[in-house]
């Protein structure tokens, strides 16, 4: 029998990235329809990018320009400096040449660095996608003028597979929580008002202090989620199971009836009459109780009728639809 812990979870994305734009310029063709999935490095916007290769041609031949002006430099001071070896030439005019060649040099260290950024900014002009993953509302369509990196997001991105749902566990269930995340608990989650099985997902994050706010510790599971069930902002039961007891003695929950003395059952004795026994009752899960006291395997409670029993009264085992009692 699992021993489990209860909680309500909230649905996350693995990844989520808010695609802006690193330049501005105006929407030539959006490149996706909402909801779409897309793959890493996918384009999705592309920018009108005749500025930007204006910019860039412009920037190459400024570059063309100061390194023929760079070279011409470099051969007058090569040539200042053998006139300075031979005495013919004053250290003012040797120093004034070989400034000037470093100079024009350093111009041309800034003439490249100008033409990398035209030449990224032309790049820039075709927007792709950072992660894997599934298309939210769009927020730009053709035409719309972009600017740069704005606070909002032409379209955001959400990883579906796998996701991660987050809950909360108590305080007081700190120490079981620490004791078995080690054997690797499975977190299984239901979606609210579903009649399907629960998703089995693994526990892979445990926080590493409680809040002191609400009393409770967060944790994360991690699913698969091929299927794309599991929609991040929604809410699902969560149970915890943090170990399976192997031997457990179990009864149905509608067995057990509390009374002043405590809970007991009914047992069937072999002469069809019945007799009410103390039992000790660890804890209940889906419908089944767990008896650490008073039962042993094999025996057979009652579990319809109890109110009208008595101790030694005869009762009729009715069989169910599958022939069993």
């Not at 802006?20 to 063709?29: A, F, K, L, P, T």
């Not at 909402?34 to 290769?53: H, S």
Request: aromatic share 6%; net charge neutral.
């Amino acid at each position: 029998m699992p021993f489990a812990l209860l909680s309500t979870g909230t649905v996350e994305p693995l990844q989520t990235a808010a695609v802006g734009s690193q330049v501005g310029g105006v929407v030539e063709r959006v490149a996706f329809r909402e909801g779409d999935q897309v793959r890493a490095g996918q384009v999705l916007f592309r920018l009108d990018p005749r500025p930007f290769r204006a910019a860039l041609e412009q920037a190459q031949a400024a570059l063309a320009r100061d390194r023929a002006q760079a070279e011409s430099a470099r051969l007058e001071a090569e040539r200042a400096k053998r006139l300075f070896e031979q005495s013919l030439l004053s250290q003012s005019e040797w120093d004034q040449k070989r400034a000037a060649a470093e100079a024009w040099a350093g111009t041309v260290r800034a003439d490249s660095a100008a033409a990398g950024t035209a030449r990224l900014n032309l790049e820039y002009a075709a927007i792709r996608a950072p992660i894997a993953g599934r298309t939210g509302r769009l927020m730009v369509h053709e035409g719309d003028y972009v600017k740069t990196a704005t606070a909002e997001p032409l379209v955001t991105i959400n990883q579906l597979h796998p996701v991660r749902v987050r809950f909360t566990v108590p305080v007081s269930a700190v120490p079981l929580v620490q004791r078995y995340r080690g054997a690797r608990p499975r977190v299984l989650v239901r979606q609210a008002g579903a009649d399907s099985a629960a998703l089995d997902g693994d526990l892979v994050f445990v926080d590493n202090a409680v809040d002191q706010a609400s009393g409770t510790l967060l944790l994360k599971g991690e699913f698969a989620n091929r299927d794309g069930r599991l929609t991040p902002g929604e809410f699902v039961d969560v149970r915890l199971v943090l170990y399976v007891e192997p031997r457990a003695t179990v009864v149905p929950a509608p067995a057990v009836t509390v009374g002043q003395q405590g809970p007991y059952v009914y047992v069937l004795n072999p002469d069809s009459t019945v007799s009410p026994r103390p039992v000790s009752i660890e804890r209940t899960v889906d419908e089944m109780s767990i008896v650490t006291r008073g039962l042993e395997p094999g025996e057979t409670v009652i579990t319809d009728g109890q109110l009208r029993l008595a101790p030694g009264a005869k009762v009729v085992v009715r069989q169910g639809s599958a022939g069993s009692p």
